[in-house]
């Protein structure tokens, strides 16, 4: 967003896109796709240029318009960033969005509790990234006008049955916390960070507790009740600058308290006097009976010199930064020692080997072959399962392209949390578009291997792994269904993704299969014997099962460490925007993956094992294995989660993952492999 206020105008760009979304030759389903996604850019609410573009577009059009943003003085911002400036007295409106828990992992509804309601409540579009993430943004009952502070307003009263109070009750036992957004701003609690007490740091926790515990350390409360926080003070900074008119919104802070009101006389609602506010003999609010609650809230605008671009960056702020930095440098220079060593160690023995191997041929010696060009008359020979073998390659180059795109996109700040549910939406449409290398690659290597049911190829390419997914993914959902929360995917949504599924990622993979199967199979370097060379017997750490368990543990120590914070992000509701540090991690990742395969498909030709194929898929994919290992260390270490249900989800979310890692480091590994077969035996003379 810094970088957002200088970039140049792209209104040619959206003037003219109307005109390309309404053409006949634009595929209807496209537009479908657009429409699922279009959330995922919300259009401001004052740029006239894309007023006067949305005027003139048409229906689908409307909908990829809202991926351009154009300010009224010529800047450009990235797509749902945009500012909103509030005159005086102007409406702020306040959404609710959901209460979570770290110790569930189950979304609410926020009115799924009784809280105040509008007289309507209105639920706001959400893109489908934000449906999966259990994200269900309503309005609410608070009136806010542009700086008109207010104190102890009375929001409204409940009388809370028995009942209710126990489901307040039990929520706060299991820490939700409650979300808001105001102008595109998460609300969240403020602490002080003063670890170094001559640079006190301030950060951003998102939500505020919905209530808390009493204890002996807390005054007027007592051990083992649970205590309703009633009372908000919103803390609302803004900022003004001569460039523009107006004030802009740059933090939304929420203090909770308790506090069980009283009041003299008739209930006169608004216009109640309430004795409790501001009393130093104010007692908590206890959820042990049924009674009334009262809801107020105070109003405070403070001014601030933090500009609009640089309203996120308290959120994004990590209390354990300076550990982040120094793990992730700390990995890249072990993993790139390594990989030089490793490197260097590959030239000088492939050298050796070649200069050998040629010189013996020049000579004309009678000398007995050994190493590994004895096995050059099977090492192309078509493995086991070759239909298998393609098929996960063919799945593992769709995931790999899915996640280059979107890193580019997230390194590049369109998928920054300003865009809530961007990052999920977009790996999802990447995934599905991604079906044309997934087909090609697929069916080119399954021709290859001399692989003749293509039909069955395809159709294994475009389900297999979307289908795994969706079992594991649909079973969880009954699990979330059965807990009435907000994470639960609604029917129209799992329609949706059976359409992106059938209707568009199905017939890509065969579009890309078309492609593959019509392409020439490459002439190899050497023939393949008509009889299969027997494999001498292996020492123990040339078996299989060892070599490859061994050959993951370099590309997990890559992105182990990284592996920590992304965990923390989806598991603890934090943030993470390092996409920089990610994508540097994840080239590292790719250069790791090749060289370890490399390096043990060469030991195991050396010791005449030409049964590589597989070998170089599961070297490096076995990587994934540690991920789930340590994905189970970090639910017993770090997450306090005790629900079966959650636990379930954990592991289940987390074994999806795991497939995918699988299949993007075995696909990276197995064709790094093949390269270095091909080569290695494309420089030897064979007779």
């Known amino acids: 967003p810094k970088a957002a206020e200088s970039a140049r105008p792209l209104e040619p760009a959206v003037n003219a896109l109307p005109a390309l979304l309404s053409h006949p030759c634009f595929p209807a389903v496209f537009r479908f796709t657009l429409s699922l996604s279009a959330p995922l850019f919300p259009c401001p609410s004052t740029p006239s240029a894309m007023q006067r573009a949305r005027r003139s577009a048409p229906a689908a059009g409307h909908l990829l318009l809202a991926c351009a943003a154009l300010h009224s003085a010529e800047a450009f911002y990235l797509p749902g960033v945009a500012p909103r400036e509030y005159a005086d007295g102007d409406r702020v409106e306040i959404k609710v969005n959901k209460l979570s828990s770290t110790k569930t992992q189950l979304p609410y509804e926020y009115y799924a509790l009784p809280f105040c309601q ?12 934000e449906l999966l993430r259990g994200d269900r943004i309503m309005n609410s009952h608070y009136e806010l006008k542009m700086g008109v502070e207010e104190t102890c307003k009375i929001l409204c009263r409940k009388e809370l049955t028995s009942a209710e109070v126990g489901e307040f009750s039990t929520r706060i036992e299991e820490d939700y916390r409650v979300h808001w957004v105001m102008d595109n701003l998460p609300s969240a609690t403020k602490y002080v960070d003063e670890t170094n007490p001559a640079k006190p740091v301030t950060i951003y926790d998102l939500g505020f507790p919905l209530g808390f515990r009493g ?102 702020l990590m209390g354990d930064e300076q550990i982040h930095w120094f793990s992730i440098i700390n990995s890249l220079m072990i993993v790139l020692f390594l990989s030089g060593m490793v490197a260097m160690i590959m030239m000088r023995t492939l050298h050796r ?114 289908g795994v997914v969706f079992v594991i993914f649909f079973t969880l959902n009954f699990f979330v269904w059965g807990e009435k929360s907000s994470g639960a995917v609604p029917f129209g949504t799992l329609c949706a993704l059976l359409v992106l599924w059938f209707g568009i990622s ?19 370097p050497v023939r393949v014997n ?124 987390m074994f999806i993952a795991t497939i995918v890692f699988f299949l993007l480091t075995g696909t990276i590994g197995f064709y790094a492999c093949y390269w270095f077969v091909w080569k290695i035996f494309s420089a030897i003379k064979v007779d």
């Open 118 to 129: 509008p007289e309507e409540v209105v639920y706001v579009a959400e893109n489908l990234g």
């Open 215 to 316: 204890s002996t350390d807390i005054p007027g409360t007592k051990a083992g009740i649970n205590y309703l926080n009633n009372h908000l003070l919103l803390t609302i900074k803004y900022h003004k600058d001569e460039s523009f008119e107006g004030s802009r919104i740059v933090g939304f802070e929420v203090e909770p308290s308790s506090i069980r009101h009283t009041f003299n006389g008739e209930w006169k609602k608004a216009d109640t006097t309430l004795t409790s506010c501001g009393a130093s003999s104010s007692f908590p609010l206890a959820m042990n009976a049924a009674g009334e609650v009262i809801f107020t809230y105070d109003v405070k605008w403070e001014s601030s010199e933090i500009k609009w671009a640089s309203r996120w960056d308290t959120y994004l």
């Open 353 to 466: 080997d070649f200069n050998r191997y040629n010189a013996i041929d020049a000579a004309e010696e009678v000398e007995e072959e050994t190493g590994w060009k004895l096995v050059h008359g099977d090492v192309f020979r078509p493995p086991k399962a070759p239909m298998m073998l393609s098929v996960l390659v063919g799945t593992g180059v769709q995931t790999f392209a899915m996640s280059v795109i979107t890193m580019v996109f997230a390194v590049l700040g369109f998928l920054s949390p300003a865009n809530r549910g961007g990052l999920m939406t977009a790996m999802l449409l990447l995934f599905v578009f991604m079906g044309v290398p997934a087909g090609y690659a697929s069916s080119f290597l399954h021709k290859s291997l001399k692989g003749v049911e293509w039909k069955k190829n395809i159709v294994l390419t475009s389900c297999l792994f979307p």
């Open 506 to 524: 199905m017939p890509l993979v065969f579009l890309g299969a078309y492609f593959g199967y019509r392409r020439k199979p490459l002439d190899l």
């Open 530 to 653: 008509q009889i299969p060379r027997q494999v001498p017997e292996q020492v123990w750490y040339m078996q299989p099962a060892f070599s490859v368990t061994v050959g993951g543990v370099l590309p997990f120590g890559a992105v182990f460490i990284e592996l920590f914070f992304i965990l923390s992000s989806i598991w603890l509701h934090q943030f993470y925007y390092v996409f920089g540090f990610l994508l540097l991690v994840f080239i590292i990742l790719i250069i790791t993956c090749a060289e370890i395969t490399m390096v043990m498909c060469y030991f195991q030709l050396c010791a005449e094992d030409y049964h590589w194929w597989w070998r170089a898929f599961l070297t490096s994919g076995s990587s994934a294995g540690y991920m789930f290992a340590y994905s189970a260390f970090y639910f017993f270490t770090k997450l306090e989660i005790t629900k079966f249900v959650s636990a379930l989800l954990y592991f289940g979310y």
